[in-house]
């Protein structure tokens, strides 16, 4: 009985103690002198600098305010982690405005084929990485080009997967030569414009602006069309990235923004303004299913530029909207 009261007594004193290391590192948080020294290391490692003390003092209430939501959401035990990363001075408005560019508005009207695969024996997990069909993750800067760098990444996978060789390719390219440039664009637009053949990034590398259209340069890479994979269906999903790296569109939101690490569940809404390439899917030992998703906003966001994306979810559109509109080359 003594026992039983003592350890009772020694489980509730590490409660309390685990319940006030979490008030204090809040508590420290919200403290304002620490969040100042918190914020000049954050700008140091991210090499930010401000015009002015006026636009110093409006980052920095939104660096706090960015980072009060970290830290609430880290003590609120949800099962993925946000962090700090090189948004955390922005916000989400800002964030969209600059870092997604799926541009759904601007879509034209083109003949696309839809294509149910029927494939029986598809792997529990594949990572196209370790099949050394994914390049390097890339940054598109603030530049609304993802719509380029989804497509590039599909169509690198593609290539690999065809012929054996993995080339990185250019999508500054797509920002010159096509309509859209760094405003929003479409991942089928960047699709149609790669049939006549995409540079290397190598011959033409990524500024992260607008420019004019070169054309001396021998073409890397072609691809013939793309398809499209049926629309609210995760399985037609799971069976294409069976085969090949895909491009998606999905939905972000300030979550997204500051996603750290773990399987991320949302919540992130319905709209469609991003897109990203599914790169492969698996489950975690705790049984929870997941996408292997590229992205392009550099190494510093996320698990080194990619996201565990939840699947088989109870919401025909995936979460995130992620099988309402993926294609991949052919």
């Known amino acids: 009985m003594t026992i039983a009261i003592e350890m009772k007594h020694l489980i509730l004193c590490v409660c309390v103690i685990l319940w006030l290391y979490s008030y204090s590192a809040m508590s420290q948080t919200?403290?304002?002198?620490?969040v100042v020294k918190i914020h000049e290391q954050w700008m140091s490692q991210y090499q930010r600098s401000y015009t002015n003390d006026t636009e110093k003092e409006k980052r920095f209430q939104i660096f706090k305010e960015n980072l009060e939501y970290i830290e609430k959401f880290s003590n609120a035990n949800n099962n993925?982690?946000?962090?700090?990363?090189?948004?955390s001075d922005l916000t989400t408005d800002e964030?969209?405005?600059?870092?997604t560019g799926l541009n759904i508005?601007?879509?034209?009207?083109?003949s696309s084929k839809v294509v149910s695969l029927n494939i029986y024996h598809i792997p529990a997990s594949i990572d196209w990485r370790l099949k050394g069909a994914v390049t390097k993750v890339k940054n598109q800067q603030g530049?609304?080009?993802?719509?380029?760098f989804s497509a590039v990444a599909a169509v690198e996978g593609f290539l690999k997967i065809?012929?054996?060789n993995l080339i990185s390719l250019s999508e500054q390219q797509l920002v010159d030569c096509t309509s859209f440039g760094c405003i929003g664009g479409l991942i089928h637009?960047?699709?149609k414009y790669m049939i006549h053949g995409t540079d290397s990034e190598t011959d033409y590398p990524y500024k992260a602006v607008g420019g004019t259209c070169q054309h001396d340069k021998k073409p890397s890479g072609h691809i013939n069309g793309y398809i499209d994979v049926p629309p609210y269906d995760e399985e037609q999903l799971l069976r294409a990235v069976s085969r090949q790296p895909v491009a998606v569109a999905i939905a972000v939101n300030d979550n997204f923004k500051s996603y750290k690490e773990g399987i991320f569940k949302g919540p992130c809404g319905t709209f469609l303004n991003h897109a990203v390439t599914v790169v492969g899917y698996g489950t975690s030992a705790a049984g929870t299913r997941y996408w292997l998703v590229k992205n392009s906003w550099g190494e510093n966001w996320g698990e080194g530029g990619y996201m565990r994306l939840q699947r088989a979810v109870d919401?025909?559109?995936g979460l995130c909207g992620i099988a309402r509109k993926a294609s991949y080359p052919i």
């Open 95 to 99: 964030f969209l405005a600059s870092y």
């Open 189 to 191: 637009d960047a699709y």
């Open 105 to 110: 508005s601007r879509q034209t009207s083109f």
């Open 80 to 87: 993925y982690k946000l962090g700090l990363n090189q948004f």
């Open 30 to 34: 919200l403290n304002e002198p620490f």
């Open 143 to 148: 530049c609304q080009s993802c719509w380029a």
């Open 315 to 317: 919401d025909p559109q």
């Open 162 to 164: 065809k012929t054996g």
